[in-house]
Structure formats: structure tokens, C-alpha cells
């Protein structure tokens, strides 16, 4: 049995000094013991049994001392230098800051079409570097780039009540659907951390089976707007839209809702109270897309809905054709341990291409909108629809704070009474797009006191 590496080294740290001892004959029984116990050279051995302990000085007073325990390490040069970090940042900033398990096979794919567009111009060894690079060294590269971005959350759904019975519950496990069409549903508030008034929300729909999303803002959780966000994000969907889940808030556990589903043939399901892993697909996206690229602002006027629905237009060409996402492939308890494995990463798009489910006409048209695309142009202009949108939620904040100065200065004692007009709340009722279906008013069977 050989020993270890730690056995061999205390070993040949008890033999060198009855080695340098020992007359000739002794040394070489000494030696050959060692050989046969650490499978060691023999030359090696005797290097080792020679120079462990020696001194050697190196100065006046300064000795080193020869320690067979000790590792060396060996001088290694580095492979990826600047001329690969600078283009790597770039392709990172212009693929939304993405880990390195998805940033590399989307290198890889957009990294030719950008060199053909003469977006980027690498030089040959560089370009040979950057599509053979491993996911664990780019991530490496890009640790202290990736210090720099924090965001913290907040939340504010109220529980719908009404057809909960109704409605059946749909587990995670529930829905393993290789199918597109089945899709999970949320809304995010853009409140800015004051629920009062109203404030602009996000309709955030993902389908399951292939990772494509569709985000739609709205003037508030009134249903009737989630409602018409729905229908439109039904319609830019490449694939008909089969099953839908949502959480059990109000805006969607509604009569309108539920009738129009019915209607449609479309599965309507339910997630359990306060379980948001059961919709995690679309809460692993309400933060990737919807946070990271909006914020926590407040956003409460016309101006910021338009801004908002302009960037979703632009957001829904980026994540869908150009970066990929990772899919759980199977997850395994092992007692207290669970290894979770997931799938190579790819565009939804790819995935839409891959489904034997999807019409070849839906395909060929994405195929064209894609060949369309510029990653590079299409950044651009998120990012300057990202620049105007803080720039009016920046004034709107300021117009805010000003209107509370000038209302605490005419009250008597100084006591804030700001009407919504004076601190820049939108003022007068939504109105009700043409179509939504109404419910008939019940018929009244009494007075109540």
C-alpha cells in the first residue's frame, strides 16, 4: 500500500538525519527502505535525504533551511492578459452583465454576427481566446467588475379572494411542460417604496417550456388594465398561449379573468399563498429583467408609461434572442443534500426553433427578425430609454419634494396637508379601454342597514 503525500514527507523527514550520519553502506539501506516505502527515484530519494534540513547562508547572519515539506510553486504565465479583458468586459456590458455559465456560449454565437456587422475587431489570437475561454475563468476575469452592481427589493400584493375555489392550484412540480404555451404570470409595482395613489405596474409573463417573456406596463393593479396587458402580451407570444398561472392576487383572480380564460380554452391555475417558488420562472424574471433594468423608482405618469412600454419593446428582442438562459434538468436528494443539474444554456429563441410544436411559418418569421437585429444598436438604445426614464422619475422626485416644502410652509404649525395635485400625483380616473368585458350588475333583494 502506497502512503500518502503527507506519510512520504514525514518519512523522509525522520530518515535524513540518520542518513547523513551513516557511513556508505548504512546510507544505502536507508535508501532502499525509503524507495520501497514512497515508490520515489532512488536519485530523487537521496536528493531528498541529502538536502533536507542543510543550511545555506545567504547573507551575513541569514540562513535558509532545506525543508522536504515545503511546497514550491511553480511560475505560470498568464493566458488571458488585457488584450482579452478589455473585449470581454465589452461583450459582458453589451450582454447585460450576464454570469459566466451564460456568457460564454452567448460569446460564442454573437461574437461572429458582431464581427460581420463590424461591431467588434478582434485580432486572431485574441478572438481564438475569447471562444475557448471556460466559464469559471471569465468569471474570474470580471470579479471586480462584478462588485460594483447591488439592487434590494420590495413587494406589494394584496390577496385576491374571490374564485379561489374556482381556480385550481398548480404546484411547481405540476408543471414539467415540454410544450410552449404554458406560462406564468406577475405583476411588479413600481411604487419607489410609497404605496399611496396610484403608481405604474408591470404585467411579466414567461412561458415554461422555453423561457420566453413579455412585459407590459400599466397605469395600476386595477384588473382591468392587467386584463388588456394579458391580451397583448398574448398576441406578441410566437406560439399560442395554452396555460396560464398567476399568484393569488386580486388583479388576476377576477371574474374577467377567469370567464375570458374559459372562453379562450386556456388552463387557468393558481399558485399556493406564499409560496413563490410554485411561480419561480416568472420571479426568477421579475428580478433579471424587470428590476434590473427599471429599478425601484416611483413611476406614476403618462410620461413614464410610455417610457416604460418603449423599453419592453426593445427588452423583449435582447433577452429573447440574445441571451440564454439555463434550465433545471433534474434535481436529486441525496438525505440532507440536493444536487440540482441544469441544461447547457440557450436563447429562447433557439429553444422556439427547437420545438416540434411551434408552426414552421412562427419560426421563419422569428428567423427574419433576427437576422434583422443588431446586439449592439439594440443596447444602445436601451440604455438611452433607460437615461430618460430615471431623468423623469429624477424630476418627478424633485417636483415632489418641492410641492411638500411649499405646502409645510403655508400650514398653519407647519403641519404637511398636500393635496395629490401639489406633490405631482397623477389626478382624475383611469378610463376603461374599448372591449373589456363588463359583469352584469346583480339584481338587489333588499336594503341593508
Known amino acids: 500500500m502506497r502512503l500518502s503525500m503527507e506519510e512520504r514527507r514525514a518519512v523522509v523527514k525522520g530518515s535524513s538525519p540518520a542518513y547523513k550520519r551513516s557511513g556508505k553502506g548504512e546510507k544505502g539501506e536507508i535508501l532502499k527502505r525509503l524507495v520501497e516505502a514512497t515508490g520515489y527515484n532512488r536519485r530523487y530519494a537521496a536528493m531528498l535525504l541529502r538536502n ?11 540562513f535558509l533551511v ?19 479583458l478589455d473585449p470581454l468586459k465589452q461583450l459582458w456590458q453589451v450582454l447585460d452583465f450576464i454570469s459566466g455559465k451564460r456568457l460564454v456560449p452567448a460569446i460564442r454565437e454573437v461574437l461572429p454576427v458582431l464581427e460581420g456587422r463590424g461591431d467588434i475587431s478582434l485580432a486572431p489570437a485574441v478572438r481564438e ?53 404554458f406560462a406564468e404570470v406577475d405583476l411588479v409595482c413600481h411604487e419607489g417604496g410609497d404605496p399611496s395613489g396610484d403608481f405604474c405596474c408591470t404585467m411579466d409573463l414567461v412561458d415554461v417550456a422555453t423561457g420566453w417573456s413579455e412585459q407590459v406596463a400599466v397605469r395600476n393593479k386595477a384588473e382591468v388594465w392587467v386584463f388588456e396587458a394579458i391580451q397583448e ?85 435582447y433577452t429573447n434572442f440574445f441571451l440564454p438562459t439555463m434550465k433545471l434538468k433534474e434535481k436529486v436528494r441525496d438525505g440532507a443534500k440536493v444536487t440540482r443539474r441544469y441544461g447547457a444554456p440557450v436563447t429562447p429563441y433557439r429553444r422556439v426553433l427547437a420545438s416540434p410544436e411551434v408552426a414552421e411559418e412562427a419560426k421563419e418569421a422569428l428567423r427574419q427578425i433576427h437576422t434583422s437585429l443588431s446586439l449592439v444598436q439594440l443596447h444602445r438604445e436601451i440604455l438611452e430609454i ?15 419634494k418641492r410641492g411638500r416644502r411649499a405646502v409645510e410652509s403655508a400650514a398653519p404649525g ?33 336594503t341593508r342597514t
Not at 525543508?67 to 492578459?81: E, F, N, W
Request: aromatic share 8%; charged share 30%; glycine share 8%.
Open 386 to 400: 433607460q437615461a430618460e426614464l430615471m431623468r423623469e422619475a429624477d424630476k418627478r422626485a424633485a417636483r415632489k
Open 52 to 62: 533536507h534540513g542543510r543550511k545555506v547562508e545567504v547573507g551575513r547572519g541569514k
Open 233 to 317: 402580451a398574448r398576441q406578441r407570444l410566437p406560439f399560442p398561449l395554452l396555460g396560464l398561472d398567476s399568484d393569488n392576487g386580486s388583479e388576476f383572480i377576477n371574474h374577467h379573468l377567469k370567464k375570458y380564460c374559459d372562453k379562450e380554452e386556456i388552463t387557468f391555475t393558481r399558485s399556493r399563498p406564499y409560496r413563490k417558488n410554485d411561480t419561480c420562472h416568472v420571479e426568477q424574471k421579475n428580478w433579471s429583467i424587470v428590476r434590473r433594468f427599471v429599478g425601484y423608482s416611483r413611476y406614476d405618469t403618462e410620461k413614464h408609461l410610455e417610457l416604460l412600454n418603449t423599453l419592453y419593446q426593445l427588452l423583449r428582442l
Open 129 to 181: 481566446k475569447l471562444l475557448r475561454i471556460s466559464p469559471a475563468t471569465a468569471d474570474r476575469l470580471l470579479k471586480k467588475e462584478k462588485r460594483r452592481y447591488a439592487l434590494k427589493r420590495l413587494g406589494l400584493t394584496k390577496p385576491g379572494t374571490l374564485l379561489k375555489r374556482q381556480i385550481p392550484i398548480r404546484t411547481f412540480s405540476d408543471w414539467d411542460e415540454a410544450k410552449p404555451g
Open 66 to 84: 532545506g525543508d522536504v515539506r515545503a511546497k514550491a510553486r511553480r511560475a505560470r504565465s498568464a493566458t488571458y492578459g488585457p488584450e482579452v
Open 414 to 446: 407647519g403641519k404637511a396637508t398636500a393635496s395629490k395635485e401639489a406633490i405631482g400625483f397623477p389626478t382624475g380616473a383611469w378610463k376603461t379601454p374599448s372591449g373589456f368585458p363588463t359583469l352584469p350588475t346583480a339584481p338587489t333583494t333588499g
